[in-house]
């Protein structure tokens, strides 16, 4: 059973950092695209970032030089690094799995996290 367990979020203050874990278990993450979505209230699921086998990092613009994503094959984790966090960062961020490198950026991942909550107060 393939299971993905985000944790770390929570509130921080505008220009604060949190750093996102997502642990893979029934998969070898290694094996995996590995990426990050957010939604936020009243809005549609966003791409955030995505790390590839090879590995090759995929951003979105809007967190392009204060997100980065990586990847811990031994712990089979990847993780997000958010720093000068914003308001409109504020949303539940998934992490998720698939194996095909195409389309990376769309929500047509095949295994997903139940979330976790970042809130950023101005």
């Known amino acids: 059973q393939v299971q993905l367990i985000e944790s770390g979020g929570g509130l921080v203050q505008t220009g604060g950092s949190l750093r996102l874990s997502c642990a893979l278990s029934g998969r070898t993450v290694s094996n995996y695209v590995m990426g990050w979505f957010r939604q936020a209230p009243g809005k549609e699921r966003e791409f955030v970032a995505a790390i590839s086998r090879s590995p090759v990092r995929t951003y979105s613009e809007f967190v392009k030089g204060r997100f980065t994503i990586s990847r811990d094959n031994a712990k089979n984790t990847v993780y997000l690094q958010m720093n000068s966090l914003k308001p409109e960062d504020t949303a539940v961020y998934y992490c998720?799995?698939?194996?095909?490198?195409?389309?990376?950026?769309?929500?047509?991942?095949?295994?997903w996290g139940h979330g976790t909550q970042v809130t950023v107060s101005a």
């Open positions: 998720a799995a698939r194996e095909s490198i195409t389309g990376l950026t769309t929500p047509n991942y095949n295994y």
